[in-house]
T-cell receptor
Framework: KAGVTQTPRYLIKTRGQQVTLSCSPISGHRSVSWYQQTPGQGLQFLFEYFSETQRNKGNFPGRFSGRQFSNSRSEMNVSTLELGDSALYLC???????????????FGPGTRLTVL | KQEVTQIPAALSVPEGENLVLNCSFT??????LQWFRQDPGKGLTSLLLIQSSQREQTSGRLNASLDKSSGRSTLYIAASQPGDSATYLCAGATTGTASKLTFGTGTRLQVTL
C-alpha cells in the first residue's frame, strides 16, 4: 500500500514570506493531522482535519492554517514566516485500512522548512 | 492537559541485550498510547498502539504495556540489534481527541556491536 506522502520534502524561505505544504493520506483515511517538530519543543500538534472540517486544534498562532479537500488531501499554510518556524513538519493520517478501522497514526516523511 | 515524559533520554546497550524504555503520562483519561521510532531526519514509524482497554501489545521482538492507574507505559525490546538504533517516542491520545497526540521527548537508543 502507498504510504503518506508529503511535498515538497525541503523548502527554504525568508522571513515574512508564506509557505504551503501538502499531504496526501493513505487511501481510505479521512483524518489528517499536522505536527511541528523542533529540537527545542519536540513534536507538537498543530491541527487535525476530518471530512474537510477542522476537528482539533493545537496552541499555535493564527499564522498557521490548514484545509482539507474532498479527496482527503490536506494543505497547511504558514503566513508571515518567522525564524522560529524552521522545523520539520509532519503529517499523519488514520482511518480505515483494508476494511478495518484503526486509530494508528501513520506518518509521512515530513517537509523540512528552513526560514532565513 | 496531557503531559508525557520519557526516561532515559539516551541509552546505549550492546547487541543482544534486552531493554526497557519508559513512558509516563499525567492524564488518566488516556484513550490510547502509541510507540514510534524515528530515524535521523526521517518521519515516524508506528510500532505499537495500545488502546486504553488493553494491557499490552506485541509485535515480533517488541512488547508494549500500559498501566493507566500508574500512568505508565513500557516498551520492551528483546535481543536488541544494531538496526534498532533510533529515537523511540511514545505518544498519548486523550478521550475525546483521539487524533491529537501528545508526544514525549523521546529516548535515543544506540545498539553497539
Amino acid at each position: 500500500k502507498a504510504g503518506v506522502t508529503q511535498t515538497p520534502r525541503y523548502l527554504i524561505k525568508t522571513r515574512g514570506q508564506q509557505v504551503t505544504l501538502s499531504c496526501s493520506p493513505i487511501s481510505g483515511h479521512r483524518s489528517v493531522s499536522w505536527y511541528q517538530q523542533t529540537p527545542g519543543q519536540g513534536l507538537q500538534f498543530l491541527f487535525e482535519y476530518f471530512s474537510e472540517t477542522q476537528r482539533n486544534k493545537g496552541n499555535f498562532p493564527g499564522r498557521f492554517s490548514g484545509r482539507q479537500f474532498s479527496n482527503s488531501r490536506s494543505e497547511m499554510n504558514v503566513s508571515t514566516l518567522e525564524l522560529g518556524d524552521s522545523a520539520l513538519y509532519l503529517c499523519a493520517s488514520s482511518g480505515t485500512l483494508a476494511g478495518h478501522f484503526t486509530d494508528t497514526q501513520y506518518f509521512g516523511p515530513g517537509t523540512r522548512l528552513t526560514v532565513l | 492537559k496531557q503531559e508525557v515524559t520519557q526516561i532515559p533520554a539516551a541509552l546505549s546497550v550492546p547487541e543482544g541485550e534486552n531493554l526497557v524504555l519508559n513512558c509516563s503520562f499525567t492524564d488518566s483519561a488516556i484513550y490510547n498510547l502509541q510507540w514510534f521510532r524515528q530515524d535521523p531526519g526521517k518521519g515516524l514509524t508506528s510500532l505499537l498502539l495500545i488502546q486504553s482497554s488493553q494491557r499490552e501489545q506485541t509485535s515480533g521482538r517488541l512488547n508494549a504495556s500500559l498501566d493507566k492507574s500508574s500512568g505508565r507505559s513500557t516498551l520492551y525490546i528483546a535481543a536488541s540489534q544494531p538496526g534498532d538504533s533510533a529515537t523511540y517516542l511514545c505518544a498519548g491520545a486523550t478521550t475525546g481527541t483521539a487524533s491529537k497526540l501528545t508526544f514525549g521527548t523521546g529516548t535515543r537508543l544506540q545498539v553497539t556491536l
